[in-house]
């Protein structure tokens, strides 16, 4: 697996300017994680948000497991050299979905301990932001379509993603 592919890397890069740019300028600029890498025998995991003009040095939330993630630079040939038993790398997930600005991320990672734990929290809080937009929006009989045979109107069933915690790939 390609860890960091092209389109990535693009996003990556495009950050890195655009918070350059807004550092000059005394300007805030919170963007969502690009990418995620992780351990996949292990708690390790880090979150990406742009990659320096050296095309190596990434800036984000990094977690290694000790209970303590923090924001900062972290290599990535560094993480691409990791070899970790039965033959198995670093990994990059490939269904990751930002959700929300890295100060959102850092603040509720650090507050439950694990990015793992914050993107679970993460997800929940988005499916919980649809499903209430959903229910807001389910006014019967105004302009809504009609209910699918065996469905009362408004009544809607919960989507695969909502059984186990995961958003559906963008």
């Known amino acids: 697996m390609i860890l960091l592919p092209p389109h990535l890397r693009f996003a990556l890069n495009a950050n890195g300017l655009t918070g350059r740019i807004h550092a000059a300028q005394d300007q805030r600029f919170d963007p969502h994680p690009v990418v995620k890498f992780f351990n996949p025998i292990g708690a390790a995991t880090w979150l990406a948000i742009e990659i320096d003009e050296d095309g190596d040095t990434l800036f ?41 600005p890295l100060s959102v991320w850092a603040d509720m990672a650090r507050r439950l301990g694990t990015i793992i734990q914050a993107e679970a929290a993460l997800r929940r809080k988005a499916r919980d932001a649809r499903a209430s937009n959903s229910s807001a929006s389910s006014d019967p009989g105004a302009g809504e379509s009609p209910a699918p045979e065996g469905e009362e109107p408004g009544e809607h069933p919960a989507p695969p993603s909502a059984v186990n915690d995961e958003l559906p790939p963008d």
């Open 60 to 100: 984000g939330l990094a977690d290694l497991g000790f209970g303590c993630p923090e924001l900062g630079c972290f290599s990535l040939r560094e993480i691409e050299d990791v070899r970790l038993p039965f033959g198995l790398a670093i990994e990059r997930d490939e269904h990751f979905s930002g959700l929300a």
